[in-house]
């Protein structure tokens, strides 16, 4: 088994390692064939990789002070995201576990939680910026309403799957409704919540990336708005590759979690 699972590994690693090559020769080929500026060669990208943390010129001159860099604007992303998903993973639970709960909660919670849906997550940017401006506040909340929103329906649905036979089955043995949210059903629409959270993590750092690209005062997409005017391409390609390396490391570190979190039900499967 154990030879098995590391030799699934080493392929894995090594075909993945061949698409990362051949984009980088496809990338490397395209950047002779166009102007510097307007694609600059991976080797470029790469030598400005770690120095863009600290120190550039072009973000200096755009926010008039300090050398520049990015690492105060992505320690301020990391930390919009992290309260966003986790008020709104808090919150989504709560309301989904109320609404199924109680049903007068439910009717009363349905149609305004169903028109707060209807509403596209990136049409709530103008509105957040039109009330709270393009402070870090308006980053949370918009992130806070899309996971909010997207836990509550996904947990409603896990807990109609799990309200007949092991509910049933807690009931026969004596549990009352709030042993058998609290015992059963809790327990239960847990492990049915790592997708959605997963799928929500992801689609939240690129809608902020995207709210503070409009129209933020802080964050990594203030700076790319900050750069592209600049055409600076070769850190605009940087930045970028910052974010795309934090999402794979949110969604590694996020798995890493939630199976130490749920190990009960790994061992069980």
């Given amino acids: 088994m154990m030879n098995s699972r590391l030799a699934k590994t080493i392929k894995r690693f090594l075909l993945g ?25 991976p080797w470029q990208v790469a030598g400005d990789f770690v120095p863009i943390l600290f120190q550039s010129r072009e973000i200096a001159a755009q926010e008039a ?10 320690a301020t992303s990391v930390i919009t995201l992290l309260l966003g998903l986790s008020l709104g993973v808090v919150t989504g639970l709560a309301l989904g576990l109320l609404m199924t709960y109680s049903r007068r909660i439910g009717w009363l919670l349905d149609l305004p939680t169903r028109l707060v849906r209807a509403v596209p997550p990136f049409g709530l940017i103008p509105f ?19 996971v909010s929103l997207l836990v509550m329906t996904n947990a409603m649905n896990a807990v109609e799957n799990l309200r007949g036979a092991p509910a ?7 549990a ?9 059903i809790l327990p239960g629409i847990l492990p049915e919540l790592v997708g959605p959270i997963r799928v929500a993590l992801a689609f939240s750092w690129g809608l902020l990336v995207v709210a503070e690209l409009v129209g933020g ?18 850190q605009v390609i940087t930045v970028t590759l910052w974010i795309v390396l934090l999402g794979l490391v949110f969604d590694f570190l996020y798995m890493r979690i939630q199976r130490r979190l749920l190990y009960w039900h790994h061992t069980t499967r």
């Fill in 17 to 41: 390692s061949i698409g990362i090559g051949v984009v980088l020769l496809v990338w490397a080929w395209a950047s002779t064939q166009l102007d510097p500026y307007r694609l600059p060669s």
């Fill in 65 to 74: 002070q300090g050398a520049g860099g990015i690492a105060i604007a992505m």
């Fill in 128 to 146: 957040v910026l039109i009330w709270l401006g393009t402070t870090q506040v308006g980053g949370v909340l918009v992130i806070w309403l899309y």
């Fill in 168 to 174: 049933q089955f807690a009931r026969t043995l004596g």
């Fill in 176 to 184: 009352s409704k709030r042993q058998v949210y609290r015992d059963v």
């Fill in 217 to 234: 005062q802080v964050g990594l997409g203030r700076v790319l708005s900050e750069l592209v005017p600049a055409l600076v391409t070769d």
